[in-house]
């Protein structure tokens, strides 16, 4: 075993990242576990504490997940619940107010961005509509939002002096995103039936804004890499047309944006997004990252994109808390084999659950090292 | 079979000719039940479509709320009708979890497929599907979640309904966004539904709906 300082340590775990990225055999396939809860639950801290307090959040997070063994990444080291809220323009009940202590928080979804909202963007331009929607409509949101962004530079700072990448810590999503959590899916998706030209309208105005805030995040944090996120504008939600219409070009500009600013697109695809696979040739080659949650098959990702695009996943959370740590590691050294040695990064799919077992997640993290 | 065009109309999701088509029927002195039974027909060609991969959760959700506008003058005039349906569903989000997206979509999806849905609502407690069952005496209990925490309480209900001696007289469908087959075998539900189609298709079959 060689004894490396943080430094050198950091710098091997970057490139390992950036070769994996790039298409590239690392050394050994990186492994960078995501999510918040698990690492509340862990290390038997209150979830209302992960939830509202960045401090406790950023340790907490790094001390559970560098307490598994050699990991290369977090993918997020810090975290408030008020983002959800933030990029989703939703109310969510948080532990310690409106839930229980140590439960989970949960999005509350409500209609509250209303369908004449749509002519309010046109009227008033996207920025001041939204600065509007935060005040009126989740009073709080942008002051607790703030808070948190005023500790991020700390938090990413005390990840890497543990010699651990902070890979993904900001998130930027397109605007069907952030309408459909204020109207509700439901009534958004009627919405791109009945009224889709002003809906489109309202995105097309919206779009260049969020591209600006997320430059400008990428910039001020110096990111290596950001998750532009993907829930409800997944494949398997939207006919062909309208996720051509409503979903892949805003995508398209926020990739490249993201990469004009030399920071890597972790595309954070929940749900199942199998049938446009295809589609996602269309991004850089070696530039980005897809990062799935279980319920994106996979091994076609990897048949369609292997060539062009890493991919990043995918343990389900099911198995996380139901499985054993040999269903756990066996799944893992699969996705070495079969996703990897190329152009792999090993992670949860989407978050590790607050059920996950220990010993599974630690399973995960004990799959990338060779075995004596 | 032949296909009525009002039943084609919804199949194909023209909203306009759906609307007018009902208002037409009625006013030529169609019965309101078989104007109903056209559009049941019409949301079994959307779920044909759905399973052919053709369709999505998109028209899933527009063809329901077609049927739902369109059908409103039907429903006034048979509210006084007791009314044919091919089974209930008890359905709700289990205890813990407030998430009502998913459950809300197959509570719509089911009822315009002529299934009969008493919805519990959200974070539904134990008890209150075996009180549902013993009143309403369905063939069928829907139980969805978004939340890993909540498989224990998923199973826990369904240890419930067993306890009252009532789980051999229902069929247990779940989903949700971490739900999977695994999930099924650990809560000890009969059926995992990965779609709301799923769930209409499975609930036609165990109620003899060809």
Same mark, same amino acid.
């Given at each position: ?11 091997? %775990? ?7 990225? =790039? ?18 639950? =862990? ?15 950023? %340790? ?29 323009? /939703? ?68 990840? %890497? ?6 890979? #993904? ?13 204020? &109207? #509700? ?33 990428? &910039? ?12 409800? #504008?997944?494949?398997?939600?939207? =006919?062909? &047309? ?75 959370? /099911?198995?996380? /808390? ?14 070495? %084999? ?9 992670? /949860? ?24 | ?43 079994? $060609? ?39 349906? !091919? ?11 407030? !998430? ?105 079959? $165990?109620?003899?709906?060809?």
């Amino acid at each position: 075993m060689v004894d490396r300082t943080t430094e050198e340590l950091y710098a091997l %775990r970057e490139k390992r990242i950036r070769d994996a990225v =790039a298409l590239k055999v690392p050394d050994r396939v990186p492994v960078v576990p995501n999510g918040p809860a698990w690492p509340g639950r =862990a290390m038997g801290v209150k979830i209302s504490e992960i939830a509202t307090n960045v401090p406790v959040s950023y %340790r907490t997070i790094i001390d559970a997940y560098a307490g598994l063994g050699d990991i290369d990444g977090i993918q997020s080291p810090a975290y408030h619940v008020v983002t959800l809220s933030i990029q989703w323009l /939703s109310k969510v009940k948080v532990p310690g107010r409106d839930l229980p202590d140590d439960e989970l928080w949960q999005v509350d979804e409500a209609e509250l961005m209303t369908a004449e909202d749509y002519d309010a963007i046109l009227a008033e331009g996207f920025g001041p509509w939204l600065a509007r929607y935060y005040a009126e409509r989740l009073p709080g949101a942008t002051e607790e939002f703030e808070a948190f962004a005023a500790h991020i530079p700390e938090a990413l700072e005390a990840c %890497r002096a543990r010699g651990i990448v902070p890979f #993904t810590p900001a998130v930027a999503t397109v605007p069907y995103e952030y309408f459909c959590g204020g &109207r #509700t899916m439901k009534e958004f998706m009627l919405d791109l039936f009945r009224k889709g030209d002003k809906v489109q309208a309202a995105m097309d105005e919206a779009l260049p804004v969020l591209i600006e805030n997320m430059r400008g995040v990428i &910039r001020g944090l110096g990111l290596m890499g950001l998750w532009i996120g993907g829930w409800r #504008t997944a494949s398997e939600f939207l =006919a062909p &047309r309208l996720w051509e219409r409503f979903v892949f070009p805003y995508f398209q500009k926020m990739v490249e944006a993201a990469i004009e600013e030399g920071a890597i697109p972790v595309l954070h695809f929940d749900a199942n997004w199998t049938r446009d696979l295809e589609r996602l040739k269309e991004f850089p080659k070696g530039k980005v990252v897809l990062s799935l949650d279980g319920k994106t098959d996979i091994f076609k990702a990897k048949e369609i994109l292997g060539d062009h695009m890493c991919i990043m996943g995918d343990v389900p959370p /099911s198995l996380f /808390s139901l499985g054993t740590p040999q269903e756990v590691g066996d799944y893992c050294r699969r996705l070495i %084999r079969e996703i990897g040695p190329a152009g792999f990064i090993l992670s /949860s799919g989407c978050d590790v659950p607050i059920t996950a077992k220990y010993e599974n997640v630690k399973a995960m993290v004990d799959a990338v090292s060779p075995v004596d | 079979m032949t296909v009525s065009n009002l039943a084609q109309s919804l199949g194909d999701l023209n909203e306009e000719a759906v609307i007018q088509g009902v208002e037409e029927a009625l006013a030529a002195g169609q019965a309101p039940l078989g104007v109903l039974q056209e559009l049941q027909a019409g949301m079994t $060609i959307v779920g044909e479509r759905f399973e052919a991969g053709e369709y999505f959760l998109s028209e899933l959700i527009y063809s329901a709320d077609i049927f739902k506008t369109a059908g409103a003058p039907l429903q006034e005039r048979l509210k006084d009708q007791v009314q044919e349906t !091919h089974g209930t569903l008890v359905l709700g989000t289990v205890k813990n979890d407030i !998430h009502d997206f998913g459950k809300d979509i197959v509570a719509t999806v089911m009822t315009s497929n002529g299934i009969k849905v008493v919805d519990l609502g959200v974070n539904v407690e134990h008890q209150a599907f075996v009180d549902a069952i013993k009143e309403h005496k369905p063939a069928l209990v829907g139980m969805s979640c978004l939340l890993t925490t909540v498989f224990d309480d998923m199973k826990t209900a369904i240890e419930t309904i067993k306890a009252a001696g009532l789980r051999d007289q229902v069929t247990v469908l779940i989903g949700g966004g971490p739900v999977d087959q695994a999930t099924a075998d650990y809560v000890g539900a009969d059926i995992y539904c990965r779609t709301a189609q799923d769930g209409v298709s499975a609930a036609k079959k $165990i109620l003899g709906v060809s």
